[in-house]
């Protein structure tokens, strides 16, 4: 399996607060990825990172933003969280470009 | 955008049965994605294939590039085998993906 670790795995906040989901990996891979998993839609991308500082929006990004100051960490953050953003969270790693995606653990991330 | 529908959307099957899952999408494509999430929610790759076909066990991935199209097999279905297929595509950048909203497949002993 891929060294993939999302942390943290479950989270209750409020609405309105501040909420940061870290992604760590130990395979090097240039590649990572933040969905959100919701019932009825596929995996929808968030944000994504091609490399160290570099990132760019998925098809829902409104409301977050990422960041990626080393290759193996990228986190995502939710400014201010809303019950809209009541999801479960994936974060996905790729060694290059057209490649296979593995995938973290999940987050299951409540906001009341 | 490229589209990407899966069916049937629901499937239960019988242990030993022979099962198909159906992708079809709407773009010209570099390869395809087939992906599997377990029950407890954890998603693993299960193949990626841009011709032909591909076999890992008793699952067999299939793609026909001028029809747009892409078939998951299982052979000899078991129990352990209920779970969600999901299908995805590149987007026409490459380095994104379009998930179809996946098969759930049930598999009775």
């Known amino acids: 399996d891929a060294g993939i670790t999302q942390s943290p795995r479950h989270k209750v906040t409020e609405t309105g607060t501040p909420v940061t989901l870290r992604c760590h990996q130990t395979e090097n891979h240039r590649y990572m990825y933040w969905y959100r998993q919701d019932p009825g839609h596929g995996l929808r991308l968030i944000h994504y990172s091609y490399g160290v500082k570099d990132t760019d929006k998925g098809e829902v990004s409104d409301g977050y933003s990422v960041s990626r100051s080393k290759t193996e960490d990228f986190l995502l953050t939710l400014e201010s969280a809303t019950s809209s953003q009541t999801s479960v969270y994936f974060c996905?790693?790729?060694?290059?470009?057209?490649?296979?995606?593995?995938f973290g653990p999940g987050t299951r991330l409540t906001v009341t | 955008k490229n589209e990407v529908e899966q069916s049937p959307q629901n499937l239960t099957a019988q242990e030993g049965e022979f099962i198909t899952i159906n992708c079809s999408y709407s773009?010209?494509?570099?390869?395809l994605h087939w992906l599997q999430q377990h029950p407890g929610g954890g998603i693993v790759s299960l193949f990626m294939l841009s011709s032909g076909k591909k076999k890992h066990g008793r699952l067999i991935a299939t793609i026909n590039i001028q029809e747009k199209h892409s078939s998951l097999h299982i052979t000899a279905s078991h129990p352990r085998d209920s779970a969600v297929y999901i299908c995805a595509v590149p987007k026409s950048s490459g380095d994104k993906l379009t998930f179809g909203t996946g098969t759930r497949l049930a598999v009775r002993p």
């Open positions: 996905a790693i790729s060694r290059d470009r057209v490649h296979e995606q593995y």
């Open positions: 773009v010209g494509i570099s390869a």
